[in-house]
């Protein structure tokens, strides 16, 4: 779980983060980064993923994988689940997150 600290929870802030954050793209997940003096994360999954039970699966592990990640890097990020991610492996899920926030983390 995600400290509140690192959380990234308004609307607004996450509308922002989407529209003039790097983005970086995988089959599982799309990236969107600004470079930041906190780190802070939000996660983002549409009902395209699957049921409420699905999508919340898919949440926390990416908020798991966000709370080990995040701390070593100085970026606001909002992570958006793709419908693969529901059917992907836990390690699947973890490596495609990595390397979307590598991606973003070298562009920002």
Do not use: F
């Given at each position: 779980?995600?400290?509140?600290?690192?959380?990234?929870?308004?609307?607004?802030?996450?509308?922002?983060?989407?529209?003039r954050?790097k983005?970086?793209?995988?089959?599982?997940v799309i990236?969107y980064?600004?470079a930041a003096?906190?780190?802070?994360?939000?996660v983002v999954?549409s009902?395209?993923v699957?049921?409420?039970?699905?999508?919340?699966?898919?949440?926390?592990?990416?908020r798991?994988?966000l709370?080990?990640?995040?701390?070593s890097r100085?970026?606001d990020v909002v992570?958006?689940?793709?419908?693969l991610?529901?059917?992907a492996?836990?390690?699947e899920?973890r490596?495609?997150?990595i390397s979307?926030?590598?991606?973003s983390?070298e562009?920002?």
């Amino acid at each position: 779980m995600l400290p509140r600290a690192q959380r990234i929870v308004t609307p607004l802030e996450i509308r922002h983060l989407i529209r003039r954050g790097k983005k970086t793209a995988h089959a599982l997940v799309i990236c969107y980064a600004l470079a930041a003096d906190k780190p802070r994360a939000a996660v983002v999954v549409s009902k395209d993923v699957g049921n409420a039970p699905t999508r919340n699966r898919v949440r926390r592990r990416i908020r798991h994988i966000l709370a080990a990640e995040l701390p070593s890097r100085s970026l606001d990020v909002v992570v958006r689940a793709l419908p693969l991610s529901a059917s992907a492996s836990w390690l699947e899920l973890r490596d495609a997150t990595i390397s979307a926030l590598s991606g973003s983390s070298e562009r920002v």
